[in-house]
């Protein structure tokens, strides 16, 4: 549980530092295997992902692991099968056992089978669902209520009253829970079921794949035998007119024997960009509904239900805390609550209303036009130093001082990587920068004036 709460961390930090696309290929699928007398272990899925994370990113690692309280001397890596990886982080387990009954839900005819004819179909009924969604620790209140109204209203009578079922709304506000424990309920309710999670981008994937190895046959009987079929962030087969073609008949097959269809998207069907009028109105020919990000009252809930089922406590004042500063994005604020908890794990201590403001990087009034040459100068000014100086070569203690401060700022307010903070200051070596950062923040909470200094440096900033 510990591990899985820095590994949360971990990845959230390494998330800011890399590029969306490295962080999806590189780092998203691992986890933390063991962390013993300095030696940590990651579990990575193949061994391209493991020579290329040796390669390129063990410093990243190990930086990144310093600050969540691990000093690892080395760095390994183990290539795991994904039912080991999902035992080790709990997270994008493909569901292949009922657990009512304890018997396996994947047919072999379903599955290994039709995978081997079609030589494309990388994986089998069931998989795609993650156990760790459920209708049971979804939170409902304003905002998501429809939502879950009609999802649970689907999980008992699939395929008859809201088909197709079609959600959307912002990033981070539980489509992909709420769809995926629909789908994980009918299986406890149905486990025969033939229940296809899949994301527009995969199927998308499979389907290229299809029209390349001429199986485009396999790959619709495929999708065509399901009894419920989810499919996530639609809006991707926007500008794809023969993914479109191929699914708007799945859609219709499907449909027409009432098959549960249910899909999430960010946007409603109406506007999503070239997307054929047919599969518009038939997206819209269901159920629509708008999810919104939860009340203040339903995102306390939100935190305090992840807290307890870490085992954590959280009084009050952090938790309106977190559901204040952190208002658009439910993921946004399980990161943030994650980060928390693994810090005060790793030491020990209760998490508090002043360390979760210093170390969550919270401000959403912050301008998005602020300039790392902005948060210099106010530095700089606050502590009456020339700005030449602090990113000069000088070692004198009144400018290392802000030196550090600005490093730190620079960190909390602007998210830049530490390679990009040492170079904003004329450092040549990024560890530096780390161990900057590093010790202004452990600094903060034992030095009252240096909390004021930040303080005031960061009010000047944003006003
Ligand atoms: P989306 O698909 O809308 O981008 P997700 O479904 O991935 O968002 O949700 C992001 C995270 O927030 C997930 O970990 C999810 O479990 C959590 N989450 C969102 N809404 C709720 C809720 N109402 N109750 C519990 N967890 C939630
Ligand atoms: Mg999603």
Known sequence: MQQDTLWQAVLGEIELSVSRGN???????????????????????????????EKKYTALFSEVLKKNGIEAENIEYKIISSTESSRITHQEKPVEIDRATGTTVVEADDSTEAKAKSGVLSHSYGQGLNERYTLDNFVVGDGNELAFAACQSISTQPGTKYNPLFLYGGVGIGKTHLIQAVGNAIRINNPKSKILYISTEQFVREFVQALRNRT??????????????????????????????????????????????????????KDIPTLEARLQSRFAGGMTIDMQIPDFETRCAIIETKAQDHGTHLNPEVIEYLATNINTNIRELEGALNQLMAWCEMRSIEPTLDLASNLLNINKTRPKHLSSKQVIERTARHFSVPFDDIVGPKRDKDIVVPRQVAMYMLRNELHLSFPKIAKELGRKDH?????????????????PTLRTAVAEIKESLYA
Do not use: C
């Open 23 to 53: 962080f999806i290929t590189w780092f998203k699928n691992t986890s933390l295997v063991s962390s013993q007398d300095g030696v940590v272990v990651i579990g990575v899925s193949n061994i391209f992902i493991k020579q290329s994370l």
């Open 431 to 447: 560890t530096t920068a780390i161990h900057s950062v590093e010790k202004i923040q452990k600094e903060i909470q034992l030095d």
């Open 216 to 269: 485009t046959a396999a790959f619709a009987s495929y999708y065509r035998a399901a009894d419920v079929l989810i499919v996530d962030d639609i809006q991707f087969i926007s500008g794809k007119d023969k993914m479109q073609e191929e699914f708007f008949h799945t859609f219709n097959t499907l449909h027409q024997a009432n098959k549960q269809i249910i899909m999430s998207s960010d946007k409603p069907p």
